[in-house]
C-alpha cells in the first residue's frame, strides 16, 4: 500500500491515526448497511412454505410477499438515488434506514398477510433511499480516485454477500425458532446506522440545489414497478395472461414517456448522456445479467433441494455455504485483482467464470449427488460473480462528478434490483415450459422438474458467455486503470486534510 505523506510535529501522527479509525469505522457501517439491504432480498426464500401455512396464505398472496420488497426497491431507487444529491448525503441515509428499521419490525411482529406485505413494501422504500446515499458516501471516505476504486471493488462485493447471507439467516431461523426472527437483524442494523452515522460518517457536499424532477421521477417509479409486478406474474402463469403482458406493456410506455421528457427537461432526473456512456452501460448490463444469474440460482436450487431432494430448509441453507465461502474470499482478493489486471478484465474474465460454474450447475438431475458437479458449480459461480460485482462497480462509477455520486448509485443498484425481477420471469417462465413438455411426454414430475432447472440455467450460462464476448468488444479500447494495490485489502483511509486534493473527474 502506498505511504501517505504525515503531517509535521508531535500531534500528526495522533491525528491521522484517529483519521484512519474513523474512516474505518465509517466504511463498515456503510458495508454492513449495503450488505442488510440485499439480505431483506433473499431472507424470506427458504421460509416461504413456513410463511404460506402459519399465515395460510395463497399462492398468489405469497408472490406479492417475495416481490413486495424488490418492487419497491427497484422502482424508487432513482428518485432515491437523487435525493441523496438534493437533501445531503448522510441525512438520507439515516432516512432511509429509519424507515427501512420500522417497517422490518411492522412485517416481522404484524399479526397478518396485511402487516407482512405492507412492511416488505415499505422496507423497499427505505432501502431505495439508503443504497445510493451508503454508494456515494464512500466517495466521501475515499476522495482520492485510486483510493476510492479500491474501496468499490470491495463494495462490488458485498451484493452477493448479502443475498447469500439472506438464504442461510432464512433457513436457519425458520428451522430453529421462527421466521419472524429473521427481521430482527435488519432492524438492528438500522439502529446501529440511524445512532452512530453523525460519529463515523461525514455529511459529504453540500446538497445539490436544483429542482427536483418530479413528474420524471412518478413516471419511472411507476415504469419500473408496473413492469416488474407483470414479470413477477409470468413466474406462475403464461406470457399470453393479461396480468402478465397488460402490465408489462403498461411499464415499458410509462419507460418510454419518462426517455421523452428527460430529453426536455432542464434538469433531468437521470441525465440520459449519464447512462449512454459505454463503459457504463456495459458495466450497468453486467451487474444486471450478474445479479439475475445469482437470484436465479438461489430460486432454482432452493426450489430444488426442498421439492425434488425433500430437503430441510435448514439442509437448504447449509447447501449454499460454499458458496457463500467462495464468494467471501473472492471478494476479499478483487481489490488486487482489479489493481493488477484493471476493472474491465476483471468483469469481463468473471462472467466468463460465472458462466463455467452454470453450466456445472446445469447437470443437476433428479438424483444428482451433491458432491460433484452440483458442488463445484456452487464454488465456481461465486468466484466469477464476485468478480462481475466488483469489476463492474469501478467501471461504472468511473469519471463520475462528486455531484452525481446519488445518481450513480441509484443507477447501480437500480440494475442489480431490477436483474433478478426480469430474469427470474423469463428463465422461471422457459424452466416451466420445458417441464410441463416433459410431463406431457411421459417423463416423472422429479425428473421434468430438475430438467427444467437445468434448461433454464445452461441457457443463463449462455447469455454469460455472450455478455463477456460483448463486453469484451464494448470495452476493448478502453481499459480501466490498474491501481496501486498492495497489502492488505480493507480500504485504506484517506490521506491527511493537506494531501493533494482529487482532480475532478469528467462529467458524467
Given at each position: 500500500?502506498?505511504?501517505?505523506?504525515?503531517?509535521?510535529?508531535?500531534?500528526g501522527?495522533?491525528a491521522?491515526?484517529?483519521?484512519?479509525?474513523?474512516?474505518?469505522?465509517?466504511?463498515a457501517?456503510?458495508?454492513?448497511?449495503?450488505?442488510?439491504?440485499?439480505?431483506?432480498?433473499?431472507?424470506?426464500?427458504?421460509a416461504?412454505?413456513?410463511?404460506?401455512?402459519?399465515?395460510?396464505?395463497?399462492?398468489?398472496?405469497?408472490?406479492?410477499?417475495?416481490?413486495?420488497?424488490?418492487l419497491?426497491?427497484?422502482?424508487?431507487l432513482?428518485?432515491?438515488g437523487?435525493?441523496?444529491?438534493?437533501?445531503?448525503?448522510?441525512?438520507?441515509?439515516?432516512?432511509?434506514?429509519?424507515?427501512?428499521?420500522l417497517?422490518?419490525?411492522?412485517a416481522?411482529?404484524?399479526?397478518?398477510?396485511?402487516?407482512?406485505?405492507?412492511?416488505?413494501?415499505?422496507?423497499?422504500?427505505?432501502?431505495?433511499?439508503?443504497a445510493p446515499?451508503?454508494?456515494?458516501?464512500?466517495?466521501?471516505?475515499?476522495?482520492?480516485?485510486?483510493?476510492?476504486?479500491?474501496?468499490?471493488?470491495?463494495?462490488?462485493?458485498?451484493?452477493?454477500?448479502?443475498?447469500?447471507?439472506?438464504?442461510?439467516?432464512?433457513?436457519?431461523?425458520?428451522?430453529?425458532v421462527?421466521?419472524?426472527?429473521?427481521?430482527?437483524?435488519?432492524?438492528?442494523v438500522?439502529?446501529?446506522?440511524?445512532?452512530?452515522?453523525r460519529?463515523v460518517?461525514?455529511?459529504?457536499p453540500?446538497?445539490?440545489?436544483?429542482?427536483?424532477?418530479?413528474?420524471?421521477a412518478?413516471?419511472?417509479t411507476a415504469?419500473?414497478?408496473?413492469?416488474s409486478?407483470?414479470?413477477?406474474?409470468?413466474?406462475?402463469?403464461?406470457?399470453?395472461?393479461?396480468v402478465?403482458?397488460?402490465?408489462?406493456?403498461?411499464?415499458v410506455?410509462?419507460?418510454?414517456?419518462?426517455?421523452?421528457?428527460?430529453?426536455?427537461v432542464?434538469?433531468?432526473?437521470?441525465?440520459?448522456?449519464?447512462?449512454?456512456?459505454?463503459?457504463?452501460?456495459?458495466?450497468?448490463?453486467?451487474?444486471?445479467i450478474?445479479?439475475?444469474?445469482?437470484?436465479?440460482?438461489f430460486?432454482?436450487?432452493?426450489?430444488?433441494?426442498?421439492?425434488?431432494?425433500?430437503?430441510?430448509?435448514?439442509?437448504?441453507?447449509a447447501?449454499?455455504?460454499?458458496?457463500s465461502?467462495?464468494?467471501?474470499?473472492t471478494?476479499?482478493?478483487?481489490?488486487r485483482?482489479?489493481?493488477?489486471?484493471?476493472?474491465?478484465?476483471?468483469?469481463?474474465?468473471?462472467?466468463?467464470?460465472?458462466?463455467?460454474?452454470?453450466?456445472?450447475?446445469?447437470?443437476?438431475?433428479?438424483?444428482?449427488?451433491?458432491?460433484?458437479?452440483?458442488?463445484?458449480?456452487?464454488?465456481?459461480?461465486?468466484?466469477?460473480?464476485?468478480?462481475?460485482f466488483?469489476?463492474?462497480?469501478?467501471?461504472?462509477?468511473?469519471?463520475?462528478?462528486?455531484?452525481?455520486?446519488?445518481?450513480?448509485?441509484?443507477?447501480?443498484?437500480?440494475a442489480?434490483?431490477?436483474?433478478?425481477?426480469?430474469?427470474?420471469?423469463i428463465?422461471?417462465?422457459?424452466?416451466?415450459?420445458?417441464?410441463?413438455?416433459?410431463?406431457?411426454a411421459?417423463?416423472?414430475?422429479?425428473?421434468?422438474?430438475?430438467a427444467g432447472?437445468?434448461?433454464?440455467?445452461?441457457?443463463?450460462?449462455?447469455?454469460?458467455?455472450?455478455?463477456?464476448v460483448?463486453?469484451?468488444?464494448?470495452?476493448?479500447?478502453?481499459?480501466?486503470?490498474?491501481?496501486?494495490?498492495?497489502?492488505?485489502?480493507t480500504?485504506?483511509?484517506?490521506?491527511?486534510?493537506?494531501?493533494?486534493?482529487?482532480?475532478?473527474?469528467?462529467?458524467?
Amino acid at each position: 500500500m502506498p505511504s501517505v505523506a504525515m503531517p509535521s510535529g508531535p500531534s500528526g501522527p495522533s491525528a491521522s491515526s484517529a483519521v484512519v479509525a474513523r474512516t474505518g469505522r465509517g466504511f463498515a457501517l456503510l458495508g454492513a448497511v449495503q450488505v442488510v439491504l440485499i439480505l431483506a432480498i433473499t431472507m424470506l426464500s427458504p421460509a416461504l412454505p413456513a410463511i404460506q401455512r402459519d399465515l395460510g396464505l395463497s399462492g398468489a398472496q405469497l408472490t406479492l410477499v417475495s416481490a413486495a420488497y424488490g418492487l419497491s426497491f427497484s422502482g424508487l431507487l432513482m428518485l432515491g438515488g437523487r435525493l441523496a444529491d438534493l437533501l445531503g448525503r448522510r441525512r438520507a441515509l439515516v432516512a432511509g434506514a429509519a424507515v427501512f428499521g420500522l417497517a422490518s419490525a411492522a412485517a416481522g411482529l404484524g399479526p397478518g398477510f396485511a402487516f407482512l406485505l405492507g412492511g416488505r413494501f415499505v422496507q423497499g422504500v427505505g432501502a431505495a433511499l439508503a443504497a445510493p446515499a451508503a454508494m456515494s458516501l464512500v466517495r466521501s471516505l475515499y476522495p482520492e480516485d485510486a483510493r476510492h476504486a479500491r474501496a468499490l471493488a470491495v463494495w462490488g462485493g458485498l451484493a452477493g454477500f448479502g443475498a447469500t447471507a439472506g438464504m442461510l439467516l432464512s433457513g436457519t431461523v425458520s428451522t430453529w425458532v421462527s421466521w419472524r426472527w429473521a427481521f430482527v437483524v435488519p432492524v438492528v442494523v438500522s439502529l446501529v446506522a440511524v445512532a452512530a452515522a453523525r460519529r463515523v460518517l461525514p455529511s459529504g457536499p453540500d446538497p445539490v440545489r436544483v429542482k427536483l424532477d418530479v413528474p420524471g421521477a412518478v413516471l419511472v417509479t411507476a415504469g419500473l414497478t408496473v413492469m416488474s409486478y407483470g414479470l413477477v406474474q409470468a413466474g406462475e402463469r403464461p406470457w399470453g395472461a393479461g396480468v402478465v403482458w397488460g402490465p408489462v406493456a403498461a411499464g415499458v410506455l410509462l419507460l418510454a414517456a419518462f426517455v421523452v421528457m428527460e430529453l426536455r427537461v432542464a434538469d433531468p432526473l437521470v441525465p440520459l448522456g449519464f447512462l449512454a456512456r459505454r463503459h457504463r452501460a456495459t458495466a450497468l448490463w453486467a451487474v444486471f445479467i450478474g445479479s439475475a444469474g445469482m437470484s436465479t440460482i438461489f430460486f432454482l436450487l432452493s426450489l430444488y433441494f426442498q421439492e425434488v431432494r425433500d430437503a430441510s430448509p435448514l439442509l437448504t441453507s447449509a447447501a449454499f455455504l460454499p458458496f457463500s465461502a467462495a464468494q467471501v474470499v473472492t471478494g476479499m482478493l478483487a481489490g488486487r485483482l482489479i489493481g493488477r489486471f484493471g476493472g474491465r478484465t476483471v468483469m469481463v474474465g468473471g462472467l466468463v467464470v460465472a458462466a463455467g460454474g452454470l453450466v456445472l450447475i446445469g447437470m443437476l438431475g433428479a438424483s444428482s449427488p451433491y458432491a460433484g458437479a452440483m458442488l463445484a458449480g456452487l464454488i465456481v459461480f461465486p468466484v466469477g460473480i464476485a468478480c462481475v460485482f466488483s469489476g463492474s462497480t469501478v467501471v461504472a462509477l468511473e469519471g463520475v462528478e462528486d455531484s452525481r455520486a446519488g445518481l450513480a448509485g441509484g443507477v447501480v443498484n437500480t440494475a442489480m434490483e431490477v436483474g433478478p425481477t426480469v430474469g427470474l420471469a423469463i428463465l422461471v417462465s422457459l424452466a416451466t415450459a420445458h417441464a410441463n413438455d416433459l410431463r406431457s411426454a411421459g417423463e416423472t414430475a422429479a425428473a421434468a422438474t430438475s430438467a427444467g432447472y437445468a434448461f433454464a440455467l445452461l441457457l443463463a450460462a449462455a447469455a454469460f458467455v455472450a455478455s463477456a464476448v460483448v463486453s469484451a468488444l464494448a470495452l476493448r479500447r478502453r481499459r480501466t486503470a490498474a491501481l496501486p494495490l498492495r497489502g492488505a485489502v480493507t480500504p485504506p483511509a484517506p490521506a491527511p486534510a493537506r494531501a493533494t486534493a482529487r482532480t475532478p473527474g469528467a462529467e458524467g
